[in-house]
């Protein structure tokens, strides 16, 4: 049952790249933002180490530190941020409509616009060896983390077009890059495939799976299985990339929001439009592409923009 309803300007979902990025043109353009920041203030970046790639931090940063700033920089302007998550949405299809959500099931709020932001996360394997050495040479991000293994060998692991591009990506900055597929094929295209076959640096191992990554501190190896013979392994690695697929955070408008099939939101042309008036999507929610910091804080400024043009259409 609800408790109390609060009517609220604008209202962000997530607090990662793209949403304190909203928050900062939001707040700055005066529509009072509030952001909920969903379990994991600061997002995906607050699980990582140093982040290289990020315009503006000349000597790297942390994650955590860089995601501090952004959200330092957000409140500067009147952005309230409120720990919390919405646990249920329902968005009107009114042009002008009041979009409602309902925060960790006791409280709701009412908003004329809403910017979602609530990223994508990545699969990953789920041992227990590979959760603790996140971050210590096991990541799920080639195009993040590559550089950090230059002239070493690694592993991927996957057997879709994201693995593929990622071990021929890596097999240019790493000695050596063998890619652990399950099946006894790879599921990425004809043209992928034929990439990874004609890259000398890279093998394949096929119906071949993690059984364990070895090391205490940082990877210093991963034990393989043969699933089809039993027979395990030994590959001496620095770093393992796990490219087995990304789920988008959008059970929560399922019914509501157009999604493709993978479940990421759908924008409109080159805009953060969804398909309800008022409502906004940016960042890796809406991007199964690029999914970088730095493109999810470019939507995010693009949601904003979208969300100040519309009220201002409506006044
Ligand atoms: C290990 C790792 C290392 C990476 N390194 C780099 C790097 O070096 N450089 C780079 O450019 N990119 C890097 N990336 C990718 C980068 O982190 C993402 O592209 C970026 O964080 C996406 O930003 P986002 O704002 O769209 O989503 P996210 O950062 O995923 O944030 C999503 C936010 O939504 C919130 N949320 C979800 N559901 C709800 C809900 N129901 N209610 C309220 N809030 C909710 C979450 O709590 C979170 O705050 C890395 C990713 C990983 C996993």
Known sequence: MTETTEKIKCLIIGSGPAG???????????????????????????????????????????????????KAQAERFGTEVRFGTVTKVELSKEEGGIHRAEIDGNKWVEAEVVIVATGASAKYLGLESEQRLRGGGVSACATC?????????????GGGDTAAEEATYLAKICNKVTLLVRRGEMRASKAMQKRVMNTPNLEVMFHTEIDEVLGDKTVEGVRVVNNQTGEKKVIDVTGVFIAIGHKPNTELFEGQLDMDESKYLITKGKSTKTNLPGVFACGDVQDKEYRQAVTAAGSGCMAALDAERYLAGLE
């Open 145 to 157: 983390d590559g550089f950090f293994y230059r002239d070493q060998d690694v592993v991927v692991v």
């Open 20 to 70: 304190y990025t909203a928050a900062i043109y939001a707040a700055r353009a005066d529509l009072k933002p509030v952001v909920y920041t969903g379990l994991e203030m600061g997002g995906q970046l607050t699980t990582t180490t140093e982040v290289d790639n990020f315009p503006g931090y000349p000597e790297g940063v942390e994650g955590p530190k860089m995601m501090e700033d952004l």
